[in-house]
């Protein structure tokens, strides 16, 4: 008898840490994160600063992504699934701005905190904030320095635009409208593209937001328009796939300018080789981290964020990276942005 109630309360006292932390890992708020794709460095960079951000905080967090650029239908299951987790909310770099707003919408109705990154909802307000690269901003950064670079013969330019999705989610419309903007280009409606009248435009291909598709992009634009001299790219792999296009037939001689959108170390490093002529860094680290810090302060303290003021989002930064700077418009060199690189 002796040795049962030994056995008895040895397992008494398991039973006791095993239930010990199975409450300690309940009062570990689940957090998620979902992202366009997983392949893509600056989403990859993106749930790197949201796993260690998650791990200072102590929380649980689950990551998502879908299997291709556009791919609703994923970034759906995955929120239905916090849902049911009992997640206090999450962090979404979204596909579709608007197709995904009613899925967004059930989860907050179910008392989540939905957090935008750097792509905005359509509306904007339908997310409980965003936190985001003023991705119109960082358009007109390039578009000034393709213009400034130029000089006179910007007047005369023949501009291929190489773009992201045919549904034109925000941050494609908003980095195409603000190079415009920022080019001279007269916008016609700021929340959309394809709409301009100006001789200047060659044409608009999608790319997916990778390096294949900006090779076929422009390979297509060079068939109707060998003369191209400009070159605008949603991102940094779609700007190498240009590259690749032009040099296969020979202009990789320094007389198309290409200009591009997110400052990773690959495309920083693309630019001090001459390949891009400058590009619009943002912060991947910085809007992942933030978000979480959010969601941690809403699970302790119901508390939401407020966004910047004047604006209707967080503004997590942007800087032109270039080598051959522009009178009038800011810039840091290939240095600087190696410092601050992702990638």
């Known amino acids: 008898m002796h040795s049962f109630f030994k056995v008895a309360a040895a397992g008494a006292v398991m039973l006791g840490l095993m239930a010990g932390t199975a409450a300690y890992a309940q009062d570990k708020p689940i957090v998620g994160l979902i992202t366009k794709t997983e392949g893509n460095p600056f989403f990859v960079k993106m749930r790197e600063g949201a796993q260690a951000k998650a791990d200072e905080l102590g929380i649980e967090l689950r990551t998502f992504a879908g299997k291709f650029d556009g791919d609703n239908d994923s970034q759906i299951a995955a929120i239905e699934n916090l849902v049911s987790s009992g997640a206090k ?49 960082a358009g007109e950064l390039i578009g000034s320095w393709a213009k400034g670079t130029l000089g006179d013969k910007a007047a005369d330019a023949k501009i291929a635009f190489l773009d992201l999705a ?6 494609d419309y908003l980095r195409d409208q603000g190079f415009m903007a920022g080019f001279g280009i007269d916008v016609k409606d700021p929340n959309k593209y394809g709409d301009e009248d100006d001789k200047r435009i060659c044409g ?22 060998p003369d191209i001299n400009v070159v605008y790219t949603i991102n940094e792999p779609a700007a190498a796939g ?32 001459g390949v891009i002529g400058a590009t619009s860094q943002q912060y991947p680290l910085k809007m992942a981290a933030m978000a979480m810090e959010a969601i941690k302060k809403f699970a302790d303290t119901g508390e939401k964020p407020a966004a910047t003021p004047g604006l209707d989002f967080f503004d997590t930064g942007a800087a032109l990276v270039t080598d051959k700077p522009v009178a009038g418009v800011d810039s840091i060199d290939t240095t600087k942005g190696a410092e601050l690189c992702w990638g």
Request: glycine content about 10%.
């Open 89 to 137: 909310g999450f962090a979404i770099v979204p596909s579709d701005s608007s197709a995904i707003v009613p899925t967004i919408q059930q989860a907050r109705d179910a008392g989540l905190l939905v957090i935008v990154l750097d792509t905005p909802l359509d509306p904007i307000d339908a997310a409980d904030a965003t936190f985001a690269t003023d991705n119109r901003k």
């Open 166 to 171: 045919v549904n034109q989610p925000t941050v």
């Open 204 to 225: 608009h291909e999608m790319t997916g937001g990778a390096e294949d598709g900006g090779r076929t992009a422009m390979e297509t634009l060079l068939q109707k328009c």
């Open 242 to 273: 240009a590259y690749e296009a032009l040099k296969a037939i020979g202009k990789d001689d320094g007389s198309v300018l290409i200009v591009s959108v997110d400052g990773g170390c690959p495309g920083v490093a693309n630019v001090k080789a």
